[in-house]
């Protein structure tokens, strides 16, 4: 079975298991939220973004050290991979990307490279996440960078 969930989850590594464990973490809190004060997804969604930055959050602390912010867009989007595809749709999507090289994503005149100093020029404490969510906004998924991808362009622009 090719596209048996769990032999997927079975074959996850540690970092990407973590991911998985801290996105269904922070949507299990924003469901909760919405459900506790009746508010609507957007609502909740902007509300627990905003606690997670805060620190303040309904999730354990070994959430924080595995994202370091989270935007509504974020939660919104894990929260639509969920309910298209369960559990697979919440496991990190980097094979199909991991072959690609920094410099393919954002070397000398490629689009993203653009999208990111436009972005950064405009948000200079812009953190990795908020930068990855700016970049979906213009390409498919299947062109993003991973975040650490991501971390490394804008440590090597002075972030």
Not at 29 to 57: C, I, N, P, V
Not at 132 to 144: G, Y
């Amino acid at each position: 079975m090719p596209d048996d969930p769990l032999r997927e989850l079975g074959q996850l590594e540690g970092g990407g298991f973590r991911r998985l464990a801290a996105r269904l973490a922070l949507l299990r809190a924003y469901a909760r939220h919405r459900d506790e004060k009746s508010l609507s997804d957007a609502q909740a969604q902007e509300d627990t973004a905003e606690a997670f930055d805060r620190g303040t959050a309904a999730v354990d602390d070994w959430v924080y050290d595995v994202y370091d912010s989270v935007t509504a867009r974020t939660l919104r989007r894990w929260a639509q991979q969920f309910r298209d595809d369960g559990l697979q749709g919440l496991i990190d999507r980097h094979g199909r990307r991991s072959e690609r090289s920094y410099e393919s994503y954002f070397g000398a005149g490629s689009e993203l490279r653009k999208i990111a100093l436009y972005y950064i020029a405009d948000h200079p404490d812009c953190t990795s996440t908020e930068l990855l969510d700016e970049l979906a906004e213009h390409v498919d998924e299947d062109e993003l960078p991973t975040r650490r991808t991501v971390q490394r362009f804008l440590k090597k622009m002075g972030g």
